[in-house]
């Protein structure tokens, strides 16, 4: 049960909902922008419409899974945290794109909220709050997983609460190691900058 768990959180995380949806507007994402398949990208080449409907979608990858493998499977906790970690690294490294995919921001979140609510709003809040102050996505990103994680241990959650935050915020900071490195040369594009044109790629 627990390897079918896995498996199905993975392969469910690993469905590229931002190329999907940009298809839809004749749009190749990976050919767009940064290149990302995640909500940021897709706000900035199709708008916010698409974008929020991305990042929803994204988010629920870890939540269903999660809920797959406690509802359903009625796993142990520790198996439960597994899976949300396997939707976001299905996100990441998606078995459909070839190993290639976003930078798992939305699906960590989601992630975090269906496994500690308050872990994962306080993580939200932090991030939404940063974002809003040095209007980067990528700083706010990370400073809500960062809070989020310190959050968890400093409360004393039970260790595999605390670890999978620490794990998705690592592997978080991997993904983001362009942007961290943009932001330290202070090149990072901020809320509102434009540089996507509109986009031309189109798919068949």
């Not at 906790?77 to 290639?100: D, M, Q, R, T």
């Not at 939404?128 to 241990?153: D, E, H, K, P």
């Amino acid at each position: 049960m627990e390897f079918i768990a896995l498996l199905f959180a993975y392969l469910f995380g690993s469905i590229p909902f931002g190329l999907l949806f940009a298809r839809v507007y004749r749009v190749d994402i990976r050919k767009v922008g940064s290149g990302n398949i995640g909500a940021t990208n897709v706000q900035r080449a199709l708008g916010w419409g698409p974008a929020i409907t991305v990042l929803v979608l994204d988010a629920l990858k870890g939540g269903i899974a999660i809920l797959f493998a406690r509802f359903v499977l009625n796993l142990s906790e520790p198996w439960v945290v597994s899976c949300g970690v396997a939707a976001v690294l299905g996100h990441n490294y998606s078995i459909f794109l070839k190993f290639k995919g976003g930078k798992g921001v939305a699906t960590s979140v989601g992630t975090m909220i269906f496994i500690e609510p308050l872990v994962g709003l306080l993580g939200v809040l932090t991030g939404m709050s940063n974002m809003v102050f040095i209007r980067m996505v990528s700083g706010g990103s990370l400073t809500g997983a960062i809070a989020a994680t310190m959050y968890a241990f400093f409360e004393g959650y039970p260790l595999h609460v605390s670890l999978s935050c620490l794990f998705l915020t690592l592997l978080m900071l991997w993904m983001h190691r362009e942007n961290i490195s943009r932001m330290q040369n202070g090149t990072e594009r901020r809320l509102g900058e434009k540089k996507v044109a509109p986009p031309e790629t189109s798919v068949p």
